[in-house]
C-alpha cells in the first residue's frame, strides 16, 4: 500500500545548526504535504502545507524563515530547521494524500529532533 | 475549522468493544468526520471515516448521529495493540485547502489485559 517515509527518524544537533528532514511519498505523486509538530503529551500541531512547484503555506504562527519547506517534486518535501535552538526540539511529521479528494492522509514515522 | 469535543481518556478490557464517543455539534452539512489513532512514537494513522451513513472497513465501525452533532467510532474486540489516542476530526469538503486535517486533543484509550 501507500507509504510515507521520513529521514531521519531521530537526530540530534547543536543550537544554532540547521537541520533537514526529508518526507517522501512512495508508490504515488503527491502534489501536497502537510508538515505537523507535536510536543510531548500534546496533539499535532499543523505547521504549512507544501505545494509542489510553489511556496508552501504556513499556518498563523509559524515562522517561515525559520522553518524552510521546500517540494520540488512530486514524491519529495523537506522541512529544514535553521538555526535551531532547543526549543525546537519536537516529533517532527509529515502527510501527503492517497487519492485526492479523498482526505485520507497518509503519515510518516515521524522525526524526532533534538537541540542541545 | 468546526470543532471536536472528545473525551481525555478511556479504559476498556482486551476482547470487549470499545466505542469512543466524538461531539461535533457545530459541524456543516459538507463535513466529512475523520477519525485517525496514533500509538507511541509514531505518526499517525487512519482509521475511518465518513459523510452520513455509517460505515464499516476491517479496522472499525463509524456510527454517524442523524443528526451528525455527534459520532461514535466503535472498535469491535479491542487488542492490547489498539492502545493509542484518537483523533476525531472534522474535513471541510472543498477543493482549495480540502485535505488539510486540524487534529483536537483526542481520546487516550488504555486496554487491559
Known amino acids: 500500500g501507500a507509504v510515507v517515509s521520513q529521514h531521519p527518524s531521530r537526530v540530534i544537533c547543536k543550537s544554532g545548526t540547521s537541520v533537514k528532514i526529508e518526507c517522501r511519498s512512495l508508490?504515488?505523486?503527491?502534489?501536497?504535504m502537510f508538515w505537523y509538530r507535536q510536543f510531548p503529551k500534546q496533539s499535532l500541531m499543523l505547521m504549512a502545507t507544501?505545494?509542489?512547484?510553489?511556496?508552501?503555506?504556513?499556518e498563523q504562527g509559524v515562522e517561515k524563515d525559520k522553518f524552510l519547506i521546500n517540494h520540488a517534486s512530486l514524491t519529495l518535501s523537506t522541512l529544514t530547521v535553521t538555526s535551531a535552538h532547543p526549543e525546537d526540539s519536537s516529533f517532527y511529521i509529515c502527510?501527503?494524500?492517497?487519492?485526492?479528494?479523498?482526505?485520507?492522509?497518509?503519515f510518516g514515522e515521524g522525526s524526532r529532533l533534538t537541540v542541545l | 475549522d468546526a470543532k471536536t469535543t472528545q473525551p481525555n481518556s478511556m479504559e476498556s478490557n482486551e476482547e470487549e468493544p470499545v466505542h469512543l464517543p466524538c461531539n461535533h455539534s457545530t459541524i456543516s452539512g459538507t463535513d466529512y468526520i475523520h477519525w485517525y489513532r496514533q500509538l507511541p512514537s509514531q505518526g499517525p494513522e487512519y482509521v475511518i471515516h465518513?459523510?452520513?451513513s455509517n460505515v464499516n472497513n476491517r479496522m472499525a465501525s463509524l456510527a454517524i448521529a442523524e443528526d451528525r452533532k455527534s459520532s461514535t467510532l466503535i472498535l469491535h474486540r479491542a487488542t492490547l495493540r489498539d492502545a493509542a489516542v484518537y483523533y476525531c476530526i472534522l474535513r471541510a469538503r472543498g477543493i482549495q485547502g480540502a485535505q488539510k486535517l486540524v487534529f483536537g486533543q483526542g481520546t487516550r484509550l488504555t486496554i487491559n489485559p
Open positions: 465518513g459523510l452520513t
Open positions: 507544501s505545494n509542489e512547484g510553489s511556496k508552501a503555506t504556513y
Open positions: 508508490d504515488f505523486q503527491a502534489t501536497t
Open positions: 502527510s501527503a494524500p492517497w487519492l485526492v479528494g479523498t482526505g485520507e492522509l497518509f
